[in-house]
């Protein structure tokens, strides 16, 4: 059983709609991080959390540590944002363990 | 200026050489890294160094040697490459290792063992 579960595998959404993509987690750790790679392969690290919540833009990214679960958000979804989301924890040893990819359409 | 580069991006190469993928950044940040991601997409960190000394060495075969010989720079050398190496390694690096410090990756080097 991999260390990082990410939900839904695969979706699929309609421009505009709201998107939420979950990520649960089973060691105890430092940080999580969501990736986003583009169809092109290029990875961009979205957000670092330890606690509570961070917005850049139309994403919002929430952790809650006592349930060992993050969810990535993404506000008025545009075909642009489609890509695989990746997260990743850090535990406090510095290991990394990844999950295994969301991949995301988001149709026009 | 390209913040994390990676060189070179394609490689094909026959079973049995020596190659290395060459990775610098230009953002003064500490620790750099090296992940692996195979043909299921799955990402797997190898390597870290912080401040060139060696923090994170993930079960890798030891046919993989990481050399950094300053903080801006992270190398990978493999040794009697095999088929099973091909995939895409990304090279990263991060203000430190601790912290709520984001990545910034390199955009890959394509790797293919023929």
């Known amino acids: 059983k991999n260390e990082v579960e990410q939900s839904p595998q695969n979706l699929t959404a309609q421009e505009g709609e709201f998107i939420t993509i979950n990520c649960s987690y089973s060691v105890g750790i430092s940080a999580l991080h969501w990736l986003q790679q583009h169809p092109g392969g290029g990875i961009v690290s979205l957000f670092m959390?330890?606690?509570g919540k961070k917005k850049h833009g139309r994403l919002i990214a929430t952790i809650n540590i006592q349930e060992k679960h993050s969810s990535l958000h993404i506000t008025a979804s545009h075909p642009r944002d489609s890509a695989v989301y990746i997260c990743?924890?850090?535990?406090?040893?510095?290991?990394?363990?990844f999950g295994t990819g969301t991949s995301l359409t988001v149709i026009p | 200026d390209t913040a994390v580069s990676q060189t070179p991006k394609y490689l094909v190469t026959q079973m049995g050489n020596d190659k290395s993928i060459k990775c610098e950044q230009n953002?003064?940040?500490?620790?750099m890294y090296w992940y692996k991601q195979d043909s299921k997409k799955f990402l797997k960190i190898m390597f870290s160094y912080n401040n060139k000394e060696l923090i994170i060495n993930e079960t890798v075969p030891n046919r993989f040697s990481p050399k950094s010989p300053d903080k801006a720079h992270l190398n990978l050398h493999i040794n009697s490459l095999e088929l099973g190496d091909s995939a895409v390694y990304f090279c990263?690096?991060?203000?430190?290792?601790?912290?709520?410090?984001?990545?910034?990756f390199g955009s890959g080097t394509r790797l293919t063992v023929v």
């Open positions: 990263a690096s991060s203000q430190s290792i601790g912290g709520n410090y984001g990545y910034t």
């Open positions: 990743a924890v850090r535990n406090t040893g510095n290991q990394f363990y």
């Open positions: 959390l330890s606690s």
């Open positions: 953002l003064g940040h500490d620790t």
